[in-house]
C-alpha cells in the first residue's frame, strides 16, 4: 500500500483537524481583533480538541508553545500541556503493516512479537518483542498516511499563522514553519532515523553513563525500526530519590545534550521526559532519534560567543553572535529584547556556584513571563525574523532545563557548561562533524541563510 503524500489522505486528515484546530483558531483570532470573545476559553478549547489526535499536528503545537512570540499567549500556555493521549492502533492494522514492511513470513522472523503495544506517540507505536538470539527487542511502527498528514498539518499551520498576522506582525514566521517542515518530514524516515542512531552512538561512546540502542536493521525499513530493547524507568519515578541520585541522573542528561551540540554541533530536539529512561546504576537511556537538529559550525560558535558575551558584558560580541545566529536588521532596541531572552536561558550556566536551574525561587511559570515580556517589546519595536536554527534550540533548551527542574537538580551548571566548550574551535568542530556525519551517511546541515 502507497502510504506517501496524496490529496485523498490530506482531505481526510482536514475533516479531522481543519473543524477543530483552525475553527477554534480562527474564533481566537477574531476575538483579538474585535475585543470581544474570551481567547483564553477558545485556546483551552484546541487544546482538548488536538488532544486526542495522533500525528505532526501534536508536535507543532508542542514546539510552538516554546517560542516566544509564535503563537498568542493564550495558545501557547494551554499548546505547552499537549500530550500524546491517543489510544494505540490495533491488532489488525499492526499486522497488515508487519506484513506490508517484512513480508508475509513477518512472524517467523521474531521469537515472539507482543501483539498490545508497550508505547503509543505521535507519529507511531512501538511494540515488544525478542529475537531468535533472544535479545529483547523494541519494535517502532509509524501509523499510516503519516505523510499526508504532516502536509495538511502544515497546512493548518499557514493557516493559523495567516490569521495571527492579522493582528500581531512582531515575529516572521516564515524560517519557523519551515524549519518545522523539514523536521517532521525527516522524521517519518526511520531509515535516516537508524543512521541519527548510528551518529549518537558515536558521538557519545565516551560517555558510559548514557546508553542507546542498537538497529536491527534487517527488521527494519522505512516505516518500521526496530532496536534493541533497553530497560530502565521513568525519569520522574526518580523525582523523591536521594538529592545524589538526582544530582547524577541530571549531570549524566547534561553531558548527553551538550557533549553532541558542542563538539558535533548536533543535538536532540525532542527533549521531553517520555525520551528518557534511568537504568538501575543511574545510567541514562537515550531513545527516540527521529527529531535531530545538525547545526553549522558557526552557528555553534555564535551559542559560545553569545555565552562569553554575557559573562563578559561585552555587548559588541553580543551582536556578532546574534548575527552568527542569523538574525538580521537588529536595532540598538532589539538587541537589547533578545538580551533579556538569552539572560534567562543562559542565567543557571553563568553562575559559578551549586544551585537548582530556578534557583531564585520563581515561579514554574516564570519562561513563560519572561517570553511575554519579550514578546511585548518585540511588538512595539517591529517585525523580528526568527532564524531556522532557533527553532529546535530554544525548544531544546527549555525542555532540558524543564527535566532539570523536575528533579530538582543541584549542580554547578557554569562549570558543567564550562568543561563544554573548553577550547572551542568552528574549523575543529565542522572537521568532526563532518567526518561522524560521513560514517553516519548523513548530509551536512543546510540553513535558511545559506551560511556554511
Request: proline letters at 4%; one cysteine or more.
Amino acid at each position: 500500500m502507497d502510504e506517501a503524500n496524496t490529496l485523498g489522505g490530506r482531505l481526510a486528515r482536514y475533516a479531522r483537524v481543519g473543524g477543530t484546530g483552525v475553527g477554534l483558531a480562527a474564533r481566537f483570532a477574531g476575538a483579538r481583533l474585535t475585543g470581544g470573545g474570551d481567547a483564553t476559553t477558545a485556546a483551552a478549547q484546541l487544546r482538548v480538541a488536538l488532544g486526542g489526535l495522533k500525528g505532526p499536528v501534536m508536535k507543532i503545537a508542542q514546539i510552538l508553545s516554546t517560542v516566544p512570540g509564535a503563537v498568542p499567549e493564550e495558545f501557547a500556555r494551554e499548546l505547552s500541556q499537549l500530550q500524546a493521549d491517543a489510544p494505540p492502533m490495533g491488532w489488525p492494522f499492526v499486522k497488515r503493516r508487519m506484513k506490508a514492511e517484512l513480508g508475509a513470513d513477518w512472524e517467523t522472523k521474531f521469537a515472539s512479537f507482543d501483539r498490545e503495544a508497550s508505547a503509543a506517540a505521535s507519529l507511531g507505536q512501538v511494540h515488544r518483542a525478542v529475537a531468535h538470539d533472544g535479545r529483547a527487542l523494541a519494535c517502532k511502527l509509524q501509523y499510516p498516511d503519516m505523510a499526508s498528514a504532516v502536509e495538511a498539518d502544515l497546512g493548518q499551520l499557514d493557516v493559523l499563522f495567516g490569521l495571527y498576522r492579522q493582528f500581531d506582525r512582531s515575529i516572521d514566521t516564515g524560517l519557523i514553519r519551515g524549519e518545522l517542515a523539514d523536521r517532521l518530514r525527516e522524521e517519518l524516515d526511520y531509515t535516516r532515523e537508524a543512521k541519527h542512531l548510528a551518529l549518537y552512538r558515536e558521538m557519545l561512546s565516551g560517555q558510559p553513563a548514557v546508553c542507546l540502542p542498537e538497529v536491527m536493521p534487517d527488521l527494519s525499513t522505512a516505516r518500521l525500526l526496530t532496536m534493541t530493547w533497553l530497560t530502565g524507568k521513568p525519569l520522574l519515578s526518580y523525582k523523591d530519590a536521594s538529592q545524589d541520585e538526582r544530582n547524577r541522573i541530571a549531570e549524566t542528561l547534561f553531558r548527553a545534550w551538550y557533549w553532541p551540540l558542542h563538539h558535533y554541533g548536533v543535538i536532540h530536539g525532542d527533549p521531553h521526559l517520555g525520551n528518557y529512561a534511568v537504568r538501575d546504576d543511574l545510567g541514562i537511556n537515550l531513545l527516540d532519534f527521529g527529531c535531530i537538529r545538525v547545526f553549522p559550525a558557526r552557528f555553534i560558535g555564535g551559542v559560545v560567543d553569545l555565552f562569553h558575551a554575557l559573562e563578559r558584558g561585552d555587548d559588541a560580541l553580543a551582536v556578532d553572535a546574534f548575527e552568527r545566529w542569523g538574525f538580521v536588521g537588529l536595532s540598538r532596541e532589539i538587541i537589547d529584547t533578545l538580551l533579556i531572552w538569552a539572560k534567562f536561558l543562559y542565567g543557571p550556566l553563568l553562575d559559578d556556584r551549586v544551585r537548582r536551574i530556578d534557583d531564585e525561587g520563581r515561579p514554574v511559570d516564570y519562561g513563560r513571563e519572561t517570553a511575554q515580556k519579550v514578546h511585548a517589546r518585540l511588538k512595539q519595536l517591529g517585525t523580528v525574523t526568527v532564524p531556522s536554527e532557533f527553532v529546535f534550540m530554544d525548544r531544546a533548551a527549555i525542555g532540558l532545563g524543564g527535566v532539570f527542574m523536575h528533579l530538582r537538580a543541584e549542580r554547578n551548571w557554569h562549570r558543567l557548561f564550562g568543561e563544554m566548550i573548553a577550547g572551542h574551535d568552528d574549523a575543529a568542530l565542522a572537521a568532526r562533524q563532518k567526518g561522524a556525519l560521513d560514517r553516519a551517511g548523513l548530509a551536512p546541515p543546510a540553513t535558511a541563510t545559506g551560511i556554511a
